[in-house]
């Protein structure tokens, strides 16, 4: 071979090498230019909740100092008077708990059901406009379910409200509240209002875990002779257990710190509360945006702050919790 023809090949041997070391220098550069916008991406959430947590410790904690009252045991929330300061949360967290809660329970079975139904059952005609209709109460905003339910709800649920009060009075969820069932500015309502709220996210999550069982367990059961219901109980619900568990905790989140529906709804209560779901008063953020117009003087605003941190904190728990329930049932 020429010796011209091998320099030839040489050097192209060599161009060719280094320009695939360029080009892995500049893959590598972009794969940690990369990396480190993901980085600082992920940790801006981190950053952003501990600035909004040190922002509610930092304004909360003179008013703290200058509260005259048990702030946990406390029913008294009282900032008239910056220099005499008396405030607990004792009833924001009984009617935040209750009517979350409440909604909870009502919303899920329906939420499971809808979703059920229209992954296992319904045609694909049916299910595709039935799911965006569901979808679409998401978009509905909080003060139309806020007139809706004091319009609307109230006055049908209260000859219902009455008879479990009659009949049912006996458990202390039922038994007569602090404000009178007429109007329908209860817990009970508020519950009601705020299951019709957060039933479309509920739904919507639930729906997609429950399209992802594996077609492969749905097939092996209906092969070995399981009717319908089997087959769902047997490896959709098992399937999307953690899933709903996440699902409801999403629908939780909503309902703790609903404001403008709630604000609406429930009547203010003269008497603390006592654990009723025919109770009034106010949760933690509807008690915050009722007071929203007055914060001037530091130290009662600090007190709805101190407030908003008792729901922060609260909220967290809230996900925990569900972090480690869904955790258990996925490696039950």
Do not use: C
Request: charged fraction near 15%.
């Amino acid at each position: 071979m020429p010796r011209g023809l091998t320099a030839v090949r040489l050097n192209r041997a060599g161009a060719s090498a280094e320009l695939k070391r360029t080009d892995s220098r500049a893959a590598w550069r972009g794969d940690r230019l990369f990396k480190s916008a993901a980085a600082a991406a992920g940790s801006s959430i981190v950053v952003g909740v501990l600035l909004i947590a040190l922002f509610l410790v930092i304004r909360a904690v003179p008013s703290l100092r200058a509260n005259h009252e048990n702030f946990f045991t406390s029913a008294k929330f009282d900032t008239a008077d910056g220099k005499d300061l008396a405030f607990g949360i004792r009833d924001l967290f009984m009617v935040t708990v209750l009517s979350s809660m409440s909604a909870l329970a009502l919303a899920v079975p329906v939420a499971v059901g809808i979703a059920m139904f229209l992954t296992q059952y319904a045609p694909a005609r049916l299910s595709r406009p039935f799911g965006a209709i569901v979808d679409l109460l998401a978009a509905v905003p909080s003060i139309i379910f806020g007139l809706w339910g004091i319009f609307v709800v109230a006055p049908t649920l209260e000859p219902f409200a009455a008879f479990l009060n009659r009949n049912l009075g006996w458990l202390f969820l039922f038994k007569q509240g602090n404000v009178s069932l007429a109007g329908g500015g209860t817990i009970f309502t508020a519950g009601v209002v705020l299951s019709a709220m957060i039933l479309p996210i509920i739904t919507s999550v639930s729906r997609e875990v429950f399209r992802q069982t594996p077609r492969i367990q749905i097939e092996a059961a209906l092969a070995l002779g399981a009717t319908k219901w089997e087959v769902v109980r047997m490896t959709v619900l098992p399937f999307g257990r953690s899933g709903v568990i996440a699902a409801s905790m999403l629908g939780l989140g909503r309902a703790l710190g609903e404001t403008v529906a709630v604000l609406i709804i429930l009547r203010s209560a003269a008497h603390p509360g006592n654990w009723s779901v025919f109770d009034g008063g106010y949760t933690f953020a509807s008690k915050i945006a009722s007071a929203a117009s007055e914060f001037s003087d530091p130290l009662p605003t600090g007190a709805y702050i101190s407030a908003g941190l008792a729901l922060f904190v609260l909220t967290f728990i809230v996900n925990a919790a569900a972090r480690l329930i869904a955790g258990g049932k996925v490696n039950g």
